[in-house]
């Protein structure tokens, strides 16, 4: 483990394969499931906790294949014992895995996404209300610890949100599935920049929660979905 109080290592459990009829083509898609650990002076936040089990439709669905949390973990040079609080983006079944293995520790979570996850057809159900679960419901933005901040971003579900964490002059963006792919943030984040410069109409829209990420000096973006990571260029300051 890093001395950095604000360190950010990503962790790889597992991947699930979309199937065509998901993924806007011809062919299914293998895609990562990715998930992060947040090494703080307060102690240790887990976004996210992997692909969970239970629900054989899923199973024929995506044929996951897992990578144990407690292996992820040990990678990292800690133990699921030692995790201080869980933050998941949203609760379908590829992002909160392995939070009954967490048992008696704090997630924290939207309260509408909550709601969603409770009112059924939703997520794997045992993964949401198991024995010993604890919930800190939010409505809206919220700080975690100093300098590590969950910020709504909806559009995957109602209650998906995200995790900024600062590190230094700038901070890390934990965006989850806000977006699929780096790709699609770039593009957002393009047709933002050419609205705020005055181009002229037709634009595309882009996600209006981008203008508080940038209010926060987001510099990296890392994803639930994507190996590849969103930096800016050098001198790319967009207000």
Do not use: K
């Given at each position: 483990m890093t001395s950095n109080p604000t360190a950010v290592h990503r962790m790889d459990l597992g991947y699930f394969v979309r199937p065509a009829l998901e993924t806007g083509g011809p062919q299914p898609r293998v895609e990562p499931v990715l998930a992060y650990l947040v090494e703080h002076e307060r102690g240790l936040l887990l976004f996210d906790t992997g692909i969970g089990e239970g629900d054989p439709g899923a199973e024929a669905r995506y044929r996951p294949r897992r990578r144990s949390l407690p292996r992820a973990l040990a990678a990292a040079g800690v133990a699921v014992a030692d995790i201080s609080i869980v933050v998941n983006c949203h609760l379908h079944f590829d992002h909160c895995g392995g939070n009954p293995l967490l048992a008696g520790v704090p997630v924290l979570v939207q309260e509408t996404e909550l709601a969603a996850a409770r009112a059924g057809d939703y997520t794997i159900d045992a993964l949401v209300d198991f024995p010993g679960a604890v919930y800190e419901q939010v409505s809206g933005e919220v700080e975690v610890w100093p300098g590590v901040r969950v910020v709504p971003t909806p559009g995957h579900t109602e209650g998906h949100q995200s995790l900024v964490v600062r590190q230094g002059d700038s901070a890390v963006v934990l965006a989850g599935q806000a977006y699929d792919f780096a790709s699609d943030f770039a593009s957002d984040r393009l047709a933002r920049r050419a609205a705020l410069d005055g181009v002229?109409?037709?634009?595309?829209?882009?996600?209006?929660?981008?203008?508080?990420?940038?209010?926060?000096?987001?510099?990296?973006?890392?994803?639930?979905?994507d190996s590849s990571v969103w930096e800016p260029a050098p001198g790319d300051a967009l207000p």
């Amino acid at each position: 483990m890093t001395s950095n109080p604000t360190a950010v290592h990503r962790m790889d459990l597992g991947y699930f394969v979309r199937p065509a009829l998901e993924t806007g083509g011809p062919q299914p898609r293998v895609e990562p499931v990715l998930a992060y650990l947040v090494e703080h002076e307060r102690g240790l936040l887990l976004f996210d906790t992997g692909i969970g089990e239970g629900d054989p439709g899923a199973e024929a669905r995506y044929r996951p294949r897992r990578r144990s949390l407690p292996r992820a973990l040990a990678a990292a040079g800690v133990a699921v014992a030692d995790i201080s609080i869980v933050v998941n983006c949203h609760l379908h079944f590829d992002h909160c895995g392995g939070n009954p293995l967490l048992a008696g520790v704090p997630v924290l979570v939207q309260e509408t996404e909550l709601a969603a996850a409770r009112a059924g057809d939703y997520t794997i159900d045992a993964l949401v209300d198991f024995p010993g679960a604890v919930y800190e419901q939010v409505s809206g933005e919220v700080e975690v610890w100093p300098g590590v901040r969950v910020v709504p971003t909806p559009g995957h579900t109602e209650g998906h949100q995200s995790l900024v964490v600062r590190q230094g002059d700038s901070a890390v963006v934990l965006a989850g599935q806000a977006y699929d792919f780096a790709s699609d943030f770039a593009s957002d984040r393009l047709a933002r920049r050419a609205a705020l410069d005055g181009v002229e109409r037709p634009l595309p829209p882009y996600r209006p929660w981008l203008d508080r990420l940038a209010e926060l000096d987001s510099g990296r973006v890392y994803f639930a979905h994507d190996s590849s990571v969103w930096e800016p260029a050098p001198g790319d300051a967009l207000p």
